[in-house]
Each structure stands twice: as C-alpha cells, then as structure tokens.
C-alpha cells in the first residue's frame, strides 16, 4: 500500500492516535509520577563520621560495664571477709561455751562452789573466777553477735547490689548490641561504596595493568592500598620494590607492615592484621585482588580457604609481621 503524504488529514490523524497510544503505553510502564524527590545516600565521609560516634558510644558503654562488674566484685570480696568474720567469731563463741559448761557441769556433780579454787589455786576465789568467766563469755557472745550482725548486712547488700548490677549489666549489652549492629550496618554501608577496579572483563578476568606514577605501582594496587590505608591503622606499607620474582616487582603487590624490625607484633596488633586479611579478602572481586599471604598461610581467591606454608626461616619470610596482598 502506498505511503500516505505527510501532510494529509489521514497522516495527521493516524499520527495523532499512535502518538497516543505511546503515551499510553509509557504511562502504564512507568507507572504514577514520584510526588517526592529521594533522599540522597549518605557520602562516605558522612558514613564514617557516624561511624566514629557510634564506636565513641560502644567504647563509653564498655566501660560502663565493666565499672559496674568491678563493683559487683568488690561487693562479692567484701561479703566473703564477713562470713570469714563470722566463722572466727563462731568457734570464739564455741569456745567460750563449752568452757563455761564444763565448770558448770563440774560444780552440779560435786555440790562444791569451792571447786574453782581447787582448780585454779588457793589465791583465786570461786566466785571472782565464774564472775570472770561469765564476763568473758559475754564478751564472746556480743563479739559474736556483732559479727553476725555484720555479715547478715554485708550479705543483704551484695545480694542487692547483685541484682542491681546485673540488670544494669543486661541493659548496657543490650545497648552495646545495638550499637554494634549500627555500626555493622554503616560498615556494609562504606563496603558498598568502595569503587571497582578497572579491568575487569565481562567474563570476571582481569586484564593486564602497567604500573605508573610516583610510586611504581597498578590502577588497583593503588586502589585496593589506599582502602585499606583508610580503614586499618597501617604504620608502614611497601609495594613497589626491586626483585627477581613475585607481584612486589611489577607493582601488583603490598606489604601492610604490623611491626618493625623483624619482630612479633603485639597481640592487638595480630587482631588488626586479621581483620583487615578478612576485610581485603571480603572485597577481593570488586577490588582485583589475587592472594593475601599472612600468618604462614595463603589464601588464594580463585581457590577460597587458608592453607598452610612452608617454614621460610624467620617471622617476615613467614608473614608474621605484616599481611601481604597480590592484585591481579
């Protein structure tokens, strides 16, 4: 069929229709018009300065908790000096009864009231001895008493204080709970908005990258030193240097060191390499990470799990001080 002239009524009227249609069709597509504009999603310094106030906030209720655990314990070494207190003061009490009984019983068996002079001597009178032994007796009786009185409080007061420690302790864990979800949810947050790497294939390789710059190392190496630079508390970190083999060489590599020197790294400073080898390995697909070598393991991403290595003769050979990350 012949085309219509562009500028015929039938032309015009079909036109009009299909126009009408598309407008339609994008309408039902599309669906209502937004009546808001979207809140935009936090920067990443606004992220981390969230996060900086909520770990303020955990390291506060931390320490809360263990004041209040001190206390508990200082309670707990104070109601264990009273039963001690109140068992000396028991066999004092003992003591002074099973004395006084025995003369007692002595006396009501022999009808004699002279019987302590006999015990005691001629120059000490009867009388002036039970006088004496009653004396002491009482003595031993309100010493005891005071003791037991003195433990029942000290006991009525850590057991209060006890109970009241312990809701406070549940309600400060709770909150640190609560916290550290925030913060495992801002941490995600900052993961999400880590850049990916340039060249990556659309089969998931990697392609080939020249060093450059002042520092002699790859687009990712750069990339992937500086996020974990700004995350983890990294005194010094080598990547490019001089060598027969390796990543080191073709700057593909970085050394994230935990000490100087040769030496061990402290056991918070073991933690942190721990943390930022799971952080890295975490984010080893959108940074283009190969293998991170740390604690005489390797961990290769094509080959996920921890395997042991080789003795190499001393902590930095053996990856003790520092973690190693190869970039592909």
Known sequence: MAALPPTS??????????AGVLVTA???ALGPAATGVAAPKPTKSELKAELAGLNKKVDKLIGEYGAKRAALADAQKAESK???HLKTAQ???????????????LRYQNHDTG????????????????EQLAAEQQAHVEGFATARDEREKAAQEAGELTDRIRGQAEDVNRRRKEAEKLIGDIERKLDQLIPAASGRRPDGSWAPELPGGGDNITPRTRLMR???????????????RV??????????????????GGAMPTADRLAMGDQAAAWVIKNAGKLGVKYVIYKQRIYNIGAPGWRG???????TQNHWDHVHVSMY
Request: proline share 3%.
């Open 82 to 84: 009273a039963k001690e």
């Open 226 to 240: 500086d996020e974990v630079r700004e995350r983890f508390a990294f005194g010094t970190i080598g990547c490019y």
């Open 26 to 28: 994008c309408a039902f």
């Open 309 to 315: 290595m080789s003795d190499r003769g001393s902590i």
């Open 91 to 105: 066999q004092d009490y003992d003591e002074a009864a099973a004395q006084v009984g025995t003369i007692a019983q």
């Open 115 to 130: 019987l302590p002079a006999l015990m005691f001597g001629e120059n000490i009178g009867g009388a002036a001895l039970l």
């Open 9 to 18: 009524p039938t032309f015009r009227r079909k036109s009009m229709i299909t």
């Open 243 to 260: 060598d027969t083999s390796g990543e080191h060489p073709l700057g593909r590599a970085c050394d994230f060191m935990l000490s100087g």
